[in-house]
Structure formats: structure tokens, C-alpha cells
């Protein structure tokens, strides 16, 4: 038997909105690629094509943003320099060890618009002492995230432009086709470190431009194709 008191503090499975259909997408995992466009890694004092790095969010640490709708991201505590990276996020429909490049893609259940929110002062600070950077990446509220648009509608997403606004003035801008590893080589390479499962969520990095925000901001993410995601700080 379930003790009364777990039963109380359990949290239900975070689950995003399917688009074109009352499904929801349910979530295990959330993955995250680090320094994935050429230009972004170049911000960041890198250059050449280093193997992927990978990062993760708790699922429940997503902010779930209906199509159509503003979501409102808490500003967090501990911080004084709150940084925006727009992403595109791959949600799969299945998985595996070691799966092929080649194979990859059929993994893919759908594509949506995530916000990987930084604390960067904290991350900064754990950068310098070696330490990991759950304080900068993985705090409650930290993956604004839209709904999943399923790639029986989208098709295979391989370029296409993303971009974001902070209070109607450009910040980010690129193209889906100047990651420095594509989609189907990040999931074949994270399938060797982990046995990716269906429900996990991939965001696959970020281009160069990004910076802070206060409360007060509205940011508006966008990927061709795919709406936008729009957020306000309070």
C-alpha cells in the first residue's frame, strides 16, 4: 500500500499539448544540447566541432504554454542576470541504446518551441568551480515550452528559421541548418550515453544573441512553420 503522505506530495506526469488533436504528450526526460549552433559556440569562447555535451531539465520544471496563450515565467530567485536561448525541441515517439544516425529520425514523434532560461551569474559561478550546473539550468520554471506539433504534419525539420524577440526588438536569429550537430546525429549520440525512451524531450540548442532579461519582458520565440511561443516575466 501507498502511504497517505506520498499520496499527497505526488506530482502528476507533465504532459504537453498535441497539436490538431486533444492528445497530450507525456514527459520523462528532458534533454539538452550545449554550444549547438556555430555561431552561439563562437559567443561562448568556443569554435571547431567538438563532441556533443548534453544537459538536463526535470520535467517538472517546465512551464507549459498552450497554442494561442502568454505564458508567465516567475522571475527566480538567486539570480541578477536571467538569461533567454530560444530552442526548437524534439519530443520522441520511441527510442533506444546506440541507435544509427540513419534511424534516427524515426524516432521523432514531433517538434516544439522551448525556452531554455538560464540563470548565468549561478552558472557562471559553477563554471569556475567545476561543479555542475543544476542551479544555473534546472530551477522551477526554467523550459517555457508550446505545444508538439507532430511530424506527420511538419514532416523531417533539417532547417528552417528560429528567432526571438524581447519586447518586439530581434535578440536571436538563425537557421536550423547551422547546428553543429543535427538533429539525428545528437539523438544517435545521446542514445549511447542513455536508452532514450518515448516522452523524452531533446531541445537542441540555441543561436548566438542571447541575454538577459527583467520582469516585465515579453519574449516572443519562433521557428517557421511553428507559431511562436510567447512569455512575460512577472
Sequence with gaps: MIDDRLRVCSTPVVSLPVVGSDAQFPVRRVYCVGRNYVEHAKEMGFTGREDPFFFSKPADALLVIP??????????????????????????????????????????????????????????????????????????HGGPIGPVHPVS???????????????????QSSDLDKLIWSIPESIAYLSGLFELKAGDLIFTGTPEGVGAVVKGDRMVGTFEGLGQLEVVMV
Aim: proline share 4%; glycine share 14%.
Design 67 to 140: 497554442d494561442g496563450t502568454e505564458g508567465k515565467m516567475p522571475y527566480p530567485s538567486k539570480t541578477q542576470n536571467l538569461h533567454y536561448e530560444m530552442e526548437l525541441v524534439v519530443a520522441l515517439g520511441k527510442g533506444g541504446c546506440d541507435i544509427p544516425v540513419e534511424k534516427a529520425n524515426e524516432c521523432i514523434f514531433g517538434y516544439s518551441l522551448g525556452l531554455d532560461m538560464t540563470r548565468r551569474d549561478l552558472q557562471g559561478e559553477a563554471k569556475k568551480q567545476g561543479r555542475p550546473w543544476e542551479v544555473g539550468k534546472a530551477f522551477d
Design 153 to 171: 504534419q511538419t514532416g523531417i525539420l533539417e532547417k528552417g528559421a528560429i528567432a526571438l524577440t524581447v519586447n518586439g526588438e530581434v535578440k
